[in-house]
């Protein structure tokens, strides 16, 4: 019979201190400058509770000729949603959560490090991809 393996997640908890948060912020931007400006253009942080709501601005998008000027504007405006990070109480560690486009729902997920905490650059990265269409 085989052996049972259980998986702890730690459950997050807010709300998030001004100074994690305005951290947070900055470190994000810094990555992004860093590592995607050209892809992106600007990060945006939102909190509420335990929970910070990272998404991101295209540096460029792409068009259909025929769009309106309107209806360009309006996409320029938009950001594209790309993950929350739960508080653990560390600015290094936090739980990582995809925002999934299909259910428009965010779901616990996997790093690439095989861990559901994620460094706030680690999640960023792993999300990023929805920047390249």
Not at 102 to 116: P, V
């Amino acid at each position: 019979m085989a052996k049972r393996q259980w998986l702890w997640i730690r459950v997050p908890r807010g709300p998030i201190p001004k100074v994690a948060q305005d951290a947070l912020r900055a470190r994000l931007e810094r990555h992004v400058h860093a590592k995607w400006k050209e892809q992106c253009r600007e990060v945006v942080v939102r909190f509420r509770g335990a929970f910070a709501y990272v998404g991101a601005f295209r540096a460029k998008n792409e068009f259909h000729p025929r769009m309106r000027l309107e209806e360009r504007a309006a996409i320029e405006v938009i950001s594209v949603h790309l993950c929350r990070l739960g508080y653990l109480g560390s600015a290094d560690r936090w739980q990582y959560a995809f925002y999934k486009y299909s259910t428009e729902k965010y779901a616990l997920s996997l790093c690439a490090s095989g861990s559901f905490e994620a460094t706030p650059e680690e999640a960023f990265d792993s999300s990023a991809g929805y920047l390249y269409g």
